[in-house]
């Protein structure tokens, strides 16, 4: 349909959440799940909406509340250049990286690389089939890394899935050559406790260091068994990644971490991270860990440190990621409720679930604490078909303001200033209508990233967007030019 732009009125009721409350409970303790939706899947019955709500879904879109299916909109100060569909690669798009003129997307089937030199047009360079969810990726230099989530048959890019069960399964780090950006050459792997659901550079002139995040592990799991309390790091030479290793499994949470429920319910217990961002100018570290944020000091890679760790048993149900500000004071950490596959952004669930929560970080050296500011979730209300929920994004590197872009699955990407911590505010969005007016399918905006003077997003079933903004907030930001970038390795924009 033709994009326009779409004054959305806010706080419209369009009916409870698809699931019942007692369905939602599941939802919020239900372990390694609720990060890795499959959009493939048909919708299950309780991804179902009943009649009524799915006519008052179609009734909001006639009335023009929200957009109509798959209708593209956004605020004035957003211009969607291009998308580009889905090719070879039919899985759940992923995450990005960025090195010079090359965009690197993640699908659950491999990855695709782009040439971004005229961002109105991208090229597909080059696509590699190497199936493992979640494939979360990253570059430094001529190596590119690949997260495996998933029990798999061996290492190799020809491997099947393989009961978690079977003691022969492998999951964990896969390491290539992207000197030839046509030809990806695929040169190591290592396997790590509980594989990797996603992963974090710490870069280094002749080392790259990885810190692996996975996490729910089980008694009967033969490489993912509890405790299971940190992260594990791995050693990758620039000149021979053959050698890449595992060389430490520091603990982080040496009491247990948060024990959710019942103790905390609706709070998934902490049995390893999601996601890292380090901060290598500020030998930091913030750490999103399921049912813990940790601040930490990565002064020496191979030996982090923890400084603070902080909790939220009231809003927050999964911490899943997170983005410092430039300065180093403000971290602002994302919670995943419902795990990426329900329909969280309603006058049901509210502002402060589902949300994003703002922290100042106050104090110097290791005695720096992490003190909560204030929630941000986007006001402009989904329907219950739509899974919606606070994602992964990036800073725009706006000198003197705090500011960033964001994924929401189906709600769209959005701009907001965190500058004042107490009281954020959107400054610009983009999003879709639903993908279907009777049952929630899992789709949407995975990730949204600013790099020299865009915005890409990768959209779980819709493809890689590319998106203008024009605001006099953010003009700064478009004399910044990276030659890499990999988000949750945030650099020093105005060293």
């Known amino acids: 349909m033709t994009p326009r732009n779409h004054p959305r009125p806010r706080h419209r009721r369009l009916g409870i959440l698809a699931a019942s409350a007692g369905l939602l409970a599941t939802m919020l303790t239900a372990g390694p799940a609720l990060a890795t939706p499959d959009p493939g899947d048909a919708p299950t019955a309780s991804q179902r909406v009943s009649k009524s709500e799915a006519a008052e879904a179609r009734s909001a879109m006639a009335k023009g509340e929200i957009p109509g299916k798959d209708e593209v909109v956004h605020s004035k100060n957003i211009t969607h250049l291009t998308n580009i569909p889905k090719d070879s690669l039919p899985g759940t798009n992923s995450d990005l990286a960025f090195q010079g003129k090359y965009a690197f997307a993640g699908n659950y089937d491999g990855f695709r690389i782009f040439d971004v030199s005229n961002p109105a047009r991208p090229r597909t360079v080059s696509q590699v089939l190497c199936p493992g969810s979640q494939n979360d990726i990253s570059v430094s230099g001529n190596l590119l890394f690949l997260s495996t989530d998933s029990s798999r048959s061996d290492n190799s890019c020809q491997s099947t899935t393989q009961p978690a069960t079977e003691k022969s399964s492998w999951e964990g780090m896969k390491v290539f050559d992207i000197s030839d950006k046509t030809n990806p050459r695929y040169v190591a792997a290592v396997e790590t406790s509980c594989g990797s659901h996603t992963h974090t550079l710490v870069p280094e002139r002749k080392n790259v260091y990885v810190y692996v995040s996975s996490y729910a592990p089980s008694a009967s799991f033969p490489d993912c068994q509890p405790p299971h309390d940190g992260i594990s790091i791995i050693k990758v030479p620039r000149t021979a990644p053959q050698k890449a290793a595992v060389v430490d499994f520091p603990v982080l949470f040496p009491d247990g971490g948060n024990p959710g429920a019942p103790t905390n319910p609706g709070v998934s217990a902490t049995t390893g991270c999601h996601d890292l961002t380090v901060l290598p100018s500020k030998d930091l570290a913030a750490g999103a860990c399921m049912g813990d944020g940790i601040l930490f000091n990565i002064k020496n890679p191979e030996r982090p440190k923890v400084i603070d760790r902080v909790q939220d048993n009231v809003n927050f149900a999964f911490w899943h990621s997170a983005t410092f500000n430039q300065k180093a004071d403000k971290v602002v950490f994302t919670d995943e409720l419902g795990g ?83 009281k954020p505010k959107e400054i610009a969005y983009f999003e ?55 988000v949750q390795t945030q650099p020093d924009y105005f060293d």
């Open 340 to 422: 990426g596959g329900a329909a969280t952004c309603n006058d049901e669930i509210g502002p402060k679930r589902g949300a994003d929560g703002i922290y100042d970080i106050v104090g110097k050296g290791d005695k720096r604490k992490l003190v909560f500011r204030n929630y941000f979730k986007i006001d402009r209300n989904q329907a219950d078909t739509e899974n919606c929920v606070a994602h992964n994004g990036s800073l725009i590197p706006v000198k003197g303001r705090d500011i960033m872009v964001q994924a929401w699955y189906q709600g769209g990407v959005s701009v907001w200033d965190f500058t004042d911590s107490k």
């Open 432 to 486: 879709r209508g639903p993908l279907s007016t009777d049952a929630l399918v899992t789709g949407g905006a995975w990730s949204a990233y600013y790099y020299n003077g865009y915005i890409y997003s990768n959209d779980i079933a819709k493809g890689f967007d590319v998106l203008k903004l024009d605001d006099r907030r953010t003009d700064g930001a478009k004399r910044i030019k990276l030659g890499e970038l990999n």
